[in-house]
Structure formats: C-alpha cells, structure tokens
C-alpha cells in the first residue's frame, strides 16, 4: 500500500482479491482505525483486471458491482434528461 499513489487518510479504499478470485478485501481508514470488510463468492469469482503493478480506479457505482459479483468493467453513468413539458 505504500508505492499505491492514494493518501491512505485521505479516503481511499483498497481493495485486494484472493488468489482463486472468490474473496476480495477492502482495506480503508475511518479517522479512528483501519477497517476491513470481507466477502466471499460461494459459486462464482470476482471479475478482475489482470494482474499486475498497476492502479485501478473505480467510481462508487463500479465499486458497488464489483462487491455483487458483477462485471464492473460494464458499468456505466449515464446522464439522464430532465423532462422538456413539466405539466
């Protein structure tokens, strides 16, 4: 987690997988201590990039796929239009 490039204590969440990819960590500082959440797939694996020295960023809602087995690669924002006749 040093050469990571995030600030620790600034926020950032880091999240590791397991070798089998079944298991993933997140690792993250809450202003009071180092938190950790576990989850495990019972009959799937997480989607992941391939392994290497690189850092991956992810928004909220990619994240969010990623912890419920989903391939969060696929996710995207998609910017909604307000109505054009309100009445």
């Known amino acids: 987690m040093r050469d990571a490039g995030s600030d620790p204590f600034d926020g950032a969440l880091y999240v590791f997988r397991a070798k089998r990819a079944d298991r993933i960590k997140i690792v993250w500082w809450d202003g009071s201590g180092v938190c950790l ?6 009959k799937a694996k997480f989607c992941w990039p391939r392994i290497g020295h690189h850092r991956v960023q992810m928004n909220p809602t990619q994240l969010m796929a990623l912890v419920d087995g989903m391939d969060w690669k696929r996710v995207r924002t998609v910017a909604v239009k307000p109505p054009e006749i309100v009445g």
């Open 37 to 42: 959440y576990l989850k495990r797939l019972e």
